[in-house]
């Protein structure tokens, strides 16, 4: 079977890989669930691509993040549950409804926060829509956090459930003051170190994380990509000291601390 730039030919791949008796053994014992962490792992995949400014390798990762869709969809048409026709006439439909300023001809020009303000309310018609096509559940779920949902990432999920308590006022004024609280969480930390509680050090770290998190919202920064920034430069310093020792005829396992932190403070002054 040949590659091609069609989107048709990718779908008859799927489907080939898919099909009884002929597939791939691999692909065919596949469900949803067992594909869901790579499909996050594919997303994760594109943003790094994107964080290194490696368009190449970007071309590569969104085709890989596709098939994850191409791969899920053929499961729910397997079910007759959807296709990935059905895919994209809903997301079609979708853009073309929360841009009504784009679509709908509507005068004059509108600002990025009017946008975003249309674009915040039409997601809430669409969710109220979407509630109201649902069977009623046993029991209903009124918080305000209900539908952020519980698979994304910690640090995402982190975000949108602080977003979520700030819409109602239930936040801080001052990024500040979210450093007392992070100063705050770290005195916990140490409580916990100098009892040797395992378990409320896990606990302790996980407020000191969140609280983290809320600094990156107020001060606007993306706590996901600032700490894949970080991520990065971490690499970059390391390298530093692995290419410093062996030019000096060592290894990492015969430098001290001290002189690792020496050459680290070097790489460190160098950028």
């Not at 048709?8 to 053994?25: D, H, K, N």
């Not at 910690?154 to 949108?160: I, K, S, T």
Request: glycine share 4%; with cysteine.
């Amino acid at each position: 079977m040949n590659s091609s730039r069609d989107i048709s030919r990718l779908l008859e791949i799927m489907a080939a890989l898919r099909t009884p008796g002929t597939g791939c053994p691999w692909d065919l014992e596949q469900n949803f669930a067992t594909i869901a962490p790579y499909t996050i792992e594919e997303a994760y995949e594109v943003a790094d691509a994107i964080a290194r400014d490696d368009l190449d390798d970007l071309c590569d990762e969104l085709g890989d993040l596709l098939l994850q869709v191409v791969f899920h969809a053929r499961m729910a048409e397997e079910q007759n549950a959807f296709s990935f026709g059905d895919v994209v006439e809903a997301i079609s439909r979708k853009m073309i409804r929360r841009h009504p300023h784009v679509f709908a001809g509507k005068d004059g020009r509108l600002t990025p926060s009017d946008v975003k303000g249309a674009w915040d309310r039409i997601k809430a018609e669409e969710k109220a829509e979407r509630a109201a096509r649902r069977p009623p559940p046993e029991t209903v779920r009124t918080s305000l956090l209900s539908n952020i949902k519980t698979g994304q990432p910690a640090l995402a999920r982190a975000m949108e459930l602080q977003c979520k308590a700030s819409s109602v006022g239930f936040d801080w004024n001052d990024p500040r003051a979210v450093l007392h609280k992070i100063r705050e969480e770290a005195d916990e930390i140490e409580s916990a170190l100098d009892r040797s509680d395992a378990d409320e050090l896990a606990k302790e770290t996980g407020d000191l994380l969140f609280a983290l998190v809320n600094l990156a919202r107020h001060v606007g920064a993306d706590p996901d990509l600032a700490l894949r920034s970080t991520n990065a430069k971490f690499e970059r310093r390391f390298g530093y000291i692995e290419r410093a020792l062996v030019s000096q005829g060592r290894s990492l396992q015969s430098a001290s601390l001290a002189e690792m932190d020496a050459l680290w403070n070097e790489a460190k002054a160098k950028e």
